[in-house]
């Protein structure tokens, strides 16, 4: 920290992660820490996660019982949730350093639709998807450049960014569904590879990408330290104008991603397609642990809360329940997410001795 003044040298030791003096009381065991965390949470997320195959289970005997099937609905649910998913990567990765993209869903659709005009088309599967990529690339540096050199609110730019590109794909497509001829593009969503579907490889994929990004890289430290403090970030040497730029680009380069795998599933595109993608990829990065105000989530969390939603839909649809019922349940699984992000404790102890305290007092 030399050449900072003395009072700002702690601030970003804490921006950059510290050492472990700074994270905690000393003798403070490592599973009540802040750095055991993100495992307490996870093992909660998967014992959610084995609730609801029990609740399946007992609503639904005779389909579990069935030789396979239950491998075959796990599949079925990794598809379901598999666009979200990488989605949700990008959104990890910008929440994570501060912001907020309420764009995501209509960049997948101007990726989607401009993806598949007849002109695009006729460059194959590699033009197809270099264009998708391209565009949710360049939208996404768009939504950085307004919003670190711009000075845009990210609430603000984002959600004119969501406008502007339905609109822009509304103007491409001519409001009209555009199919796809490509059958390398449409196989992406209907071919297997050793009884593994092709999206879930896509998932898999994008998820360790992120996860090595976000944890054993320089970018993942700088963007958990934005997050985290932003003057101190800045004071430490770190540009914050470009490398939130970068974030955005990064999220619209996976909404080119998820254009594909999208367009691939409904074998077409339209203006209309990834209508409220947004909210799921927030409400699934919230509920893996990823705090709102920034500097602190995991890829790991976020895709077990896009695969706790997926359950969901999956455990609702066979049980021929309305999408009313279902969107309110996931609400309050949201409402309560981030009850426990305000009113969480490192401990169960921790949470009664406090409450013996104040008895006490």
Same mark, same amino acid.
């Given at each position: 920290?030399?050449?900072?003044?003395?009072?700002?040298?702690p601030?970003?030791?804490?921006?950059?992660?510290?050492?472990p003096?700074?994270?905690?009381?000393?003798?403070?065991g490592?599973?009540?820490?802040?750095?055991?965390?993100?495992?307490?949470?996870?093992?909660?997320?998967?014992?959610?996660?084995?609730?609801?195959?029990?609740?399946?289970?007992?609503?639904?005997?005779e389909?579990?019982?069935?030789?396979?099937?239950?491998?075959?609905?796990?599949?079925?649910?990794?598809?379901?949730?598999?666009?979200?998913?990488?989605?949700?990567?990008?959104?990890?990765?910008?929440?994570?350093?501060?912001?907020?993209?309420?764009?995501?869903?209509?960049?997948?659709?101007?990726?989607?639709?401009?993806?598949?005009?007849?002109?695009?088309?006729?460059?194959?599967?590699?033009?197809?998807?270099?264009?998708?990529?391209?565009?949710?690339?360049?939208?996404?540096?768009?939504?950085?450049?307004?919003?670190?050199?711009?000075?845009?609110?990210?609430f603000?730019?984002?959600?004119?960014?969501?406008?502007?590109?339905?609109?822009l794909?509304?103007?491409?497509?001519?409001?009209?569904?555009?199919?796809?001829?490509?059958?390398?593009?449409?196989?992406?969503?209907?071919?297997?590879?050793?009884?593994?579907?092709?999206?879930?490889? *896509?998932?898999? @994929? #994008?998820? &360790?990408?992120?996860?090595?990004?976000?944890?054993?890289?320089? !970018?993942?430290? =700088?963007?958990?330290?934005?997050?985290?403090?932003?003057?101190?970030?800045?004071?430490?040497?770190?540009?914050?104008?470009?490398h939130?730029?970068?974030?955005?680009?990064?999220?619209?380069?996976?909404?080119?991603?998820?254009?594909?795998?999208?367009?691939?599933?409904?074998?077409?595109?339209?203006?209309?397609?990834?209508?409220n993608?947004?909210?799921d990829?927030?409400?699934?990065?919230?509920?893996?642990?990823?705090?709102?105000?920034?500097?602190?989530?995991?890829?790991?969390g976020?895709?077990?809360?896009?695969?706790?939603?997926?359950?969901?839909?999956?455990?609702?649809?066979?049980?021929?329940l309305?999408?009313?019922?279902?969107n309110?349940?996931?609400?309050?699984? *949201?409402?309560? @997410? #981030?009850? &426990?992000?305000?009113?969480?404790?490192?401990?169960?102890s921790? !949470?009664?001795? =406090?409450?013996?305290?104040?008895?006490?007092?």
């Amino acid at each position: 920290m030399t050449g900072l003044p003395a009072q700002t040298a702690p601030a970003v030791k804490e921006a950059l992660g510290g050492g472990p003096e700074e994270q905690g009381p000393t003798g403070k065991g490592w599973w009540h820490s802040d750095a055991g965390e993100a495992t307490r949470r996870n093992l909660g997320l998967i014992g959610v996660l084995a609730g609801l195959i029990v609740i399946g289970i007992i609503t639904q005997p005779e389909l579990y019982g069935r030789d396979g099937w239950w491998i075959t609905n796990v599949w079925a649910i990794l598809k379901l949730g598999a666009t979200v998913g990488v989605v949700a990567v990008g959104m990890t990765f910008v929440i994570i350093g501060g912001g907020i993209d309420l764009s995501v869903g209509a960049i997948i659709a101007l990726a989607g639709v401009w993806s598949t005009t007849v002109a695009t088309q006729e460059f194959g599967a590699a033009g197809m998807i270099f264009t998708a990529l391209a565009v949710g690339l360049g939208v996404g540096l768009v939504n950085g450049f307004l919003i670190s050199y711009g000075r845009l609110v990210p609430f603000i730019a984002t959600l004119a960014m969501l406008v502007a590109a339905r609109g822009l794909a509304a103007q491409i497509s001519n409001k009209q569904t555009q199919r796809t001829e490509n059958q390398t593009i449409n196989s992406i969503a209907a071919d297997s590879w050793l009884g593994v579907p092709i999206l879930v490889y *896509i998932l898999a @994929a #994008v998820v &360790i990408a992120g996860w090595i990004l976000l944890n054993r890289t320089t !970018f993942g430290r =700088r963007t958990v330290a934005i997050g985290g403090n932003v003057e101190a970030a800045r004071l430490a040497g770190i540009n914050v104008r470009l490398h939130t730029m970068m974030l955005y680009a990064l999220a619209g380069l996976c909404c080119g991603i998820g254009a594909i795998m999208l367009t691939s599933i409904g074998t077409s595109a339209q203006a209309a397609m990834a209508t409220n993608y947004e909210l799921d990829a927030i409400a699934a990065v919230i509920i893996g642990g990823t705090l709102l105000s920034g500097g602190r989530g995991t890829i790991v969390g976020s895709l077990l809360g896009v695969i706790i939603f997926s359950t969901i839909t999956n455990l609702f649809t066979l049980n021929a329940l309305s999408t009313e019922v279902q969107n309110m349940v996931k609400g309050g699984i *949201i409402v309560v @997410a #981030v009850l &426990i992000q305000q009113f969480r404790f490192n401990s169960v102890s921790q !949470f009664f001795k =406090r409450n013996r305290i104040t008895t006490a007092s």
